[in-house]
């Protein structure tokens, strides 16, 4: 359990994942999801409860949990003053990777960072910044890659090849990812289970296939929506969503 002063963000949460297994981890915003993620990397810590994996608590063995994951996010910064390959080489020997110039040099070719190895972090567009964060995620071989919402800057040709990717990493090394995403389309195509979080709780779970049935609709994003609105927290009375007209100010109020 996580609470933020008033907000409780995430409350009981239990997630399986297999072995090379994408799980989707979906909800409307402030469900809870970055933070779930966050308390799984050991960034924030529960209020209540413990945070287990692989079997092992997190608190108590926290070298051994983390050194099995890694993690990506477009708001998370790489040093921007460093140059690609710079940045890989620092991460290789943080994480103790066993040949890491070996290792670096299969990173920059799996994401085909070649052409900007020598550039600066800070001089790379957002969708390949999103490669170098990737390649970076996956230098220790993580049996859990933990994604928050990785395709969110990149054009749809770059997403679709980096989607191509990860599945294909999955099958290949049998590493298990964690994923949130709001592009329904991309959560139909990579992950074999979904979980979808409303008010900090797990209130649906399934193949993409499992909920459209259950829910007697034609795909995730109806399933969303659907999902979402039953389970919309109560507001108090005087926080109650204002209709859309109130909500709509005049343009001819607005204008100067
Ligand atoms: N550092 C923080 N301080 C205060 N409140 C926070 C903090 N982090 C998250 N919250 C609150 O906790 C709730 C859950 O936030 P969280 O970021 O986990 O949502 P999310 O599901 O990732 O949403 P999104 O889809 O918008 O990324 C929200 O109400 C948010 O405002
Ligand atoms: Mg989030």
Redesign the pocket.
């Known amino acids: 359990m996580k609470r933020?002063?008033p907000?409780t963000?995430v409350r009981d949460i239990s997630l399986t994942i297999g072995e090379g297994e994408v799980a989707g981890l979906l909800?409307?915003?402030?469900?809870?999801?970055?933070?779930?993620l966050h308390m799984l990397l050991g960034l924030i810590t529960p209020d209540a409860g413990t945070v287990e994996m692989f079997g092992l608590e997190l608190a108590r063995h926290r070298v051994e949990v983390l050194s099995r994951i890694n993690f990506a996010a477009s708001y998370v910064d790489l040093p921007g003053a460093l140059r690609v390959h710079e940045v890989l080489d620092a991460f290789a020997r943080l994480y103790a990777v066993r040949h890491p110039g070996r290792r670096v040099a299969e990173m920059i070719e799996l994401f085909e960072l070649g052409a900007f190895r020598r550039r600066q972090v800070m001089a790379l567009s957002s969708g390949q910044r999103t490669r170098v964060q990737l390649a970076k995620a996956l230098l220790n071989a993580p049996r859990l890659l933990v994604l928050d919402?990785p395709t969110a800057n990149l054009d749809p040709d770059a997403g679709d090849r980096i989607r191509g990717l990860l599945t294909g990493v999955a099958r290949d090394s049998g590493s298990a990812m964690l994923i949130?995403s709001?592009n329904m389309r991309e959560v139909e195509r990579m992950c074999d289970r979904i979980h979808f979080?409303s008010d900090g709780v797990i209130v649906a779970a399934g193949s993409a296939r499992e909920l459209a049935g259950h829910y007697g609709v034609d795909d995730l994003e109806e399933v969303f929506i659907k999902v979402a609105r039953q389970n919309e927290p109560r507001r108090p009375v005087n926080e109650a969503r204002p209709s859309l007209n109130e909500a709509r100010p005049s343009l001819k109020e607005a204008r100067p």
């Open positions: 933020f002063g907000v963000a909800g409307p915003n402030g469900a809870g999801k970055s933070t779930t919402e949130t709001h979080m």
